[in-house]
């Protein structure tokens, strides 16, 4: 996001600009303000003419949208702070209400979205890729039973590790190691467990790219409610 228009962008970095930008509900405005001028744009388009084109350009509009999310790189703007903060609500701010949602009017305010709510959501989409992981391996039996045995071996190799003193014996402990990683090698390609880790992490893109596209923003500090006296 370029904020080259703005002074406050010459002076003051992009990351604490757009931090800026978040605390004071700017970026939300924004993003209703995209979509209402689309909205407003279309609706005087198709009240001007009764050309059976332009239902054709509205269509070849929205397939460019999606198309151009194949392009996205919802972790462009992802940082370590985003996983330290405290996970959304599932049901009030991570899923929200069917006005909660709308079409992208282009594939920058597309990409916009994406990078917006893929920081705020970042806690939520970690937990999704867990249960989607876990889901693979319970499809997966032998990919389950292949990483446990891996857990297993490695956890008796520090078990035996500590126990003979092979720190004492850097030699006998590195030829161990090297044989430990390549029997872990061959139980994991063996079972297929990189197959459940390839489902789970495409399932999870997928869902955190249409999730954060279509997912309007929303204010990341909701009101407090004012109780009178």
């Known amino acids: 996001m370029v904020f080259s228009s703005n002074p406050l962008a010459l002076s003051v970095p992009e990351p604490a600009f757009e931090s800026w930008l978040r605390d004071t509900g700017y970026l939300e405005l924004i993003d209703q303000r995209t979509s209402a001028a689309a909205d407003a744009v279309s609706t005087t388009t198709v009240n001007s003419t009764s050309s059976p084109l332009v239902p054709a350009t509205s269509l070849s509009s ?32 991570f899923v929200g209400s069917s006005d909660s949602y709308s079409f992208p009017s282009s594939p920058s305010q597309a990409r916009f979205r994406v990078h917006e709510n ?92 249409l999730h954060a596209a279509f997912r309007k923003l929303t204010p990341a500090k909701q009101p407090s409610t004012v109780r009178g006296g």
Do not use: E, H
């Open 118 to 209: 893929v920081k705020r959501y970042a806690r939520n989409y970690s937990y999704l890729f867990i249960v989607f992981f876990a889901s693979a391996l319970y499809k997966m039996p032998l990919a389950l039973v292949g990483l446990i045995s891996c857990l297993a071996l490695w956890d008796f190799f520090k078990f035996s590790s500590d126990k003979w003193g092979l720190d004492q014996y850097p030699v006998i402990r590195q030829c161990l190691l090297r044989i430990a990683q390549c029997a872990t090698a061959v139980i994991l390609i063996y079972s297929n467990v990189q197959m459940a880790l390839f489902c789970a992490i495409s399932v999870s893109y997928a869902g955190v790219i």
């Open 62 to 93: 929205k397939l460019l949208t999606l198309l151009s999310f194949l392009t996205l790189n919802p972790f462009a703007k992802l940082t370590a702070d985003d996983f330290s903060a405290d996970t959304p609500s599932w049901s009030r701010s």
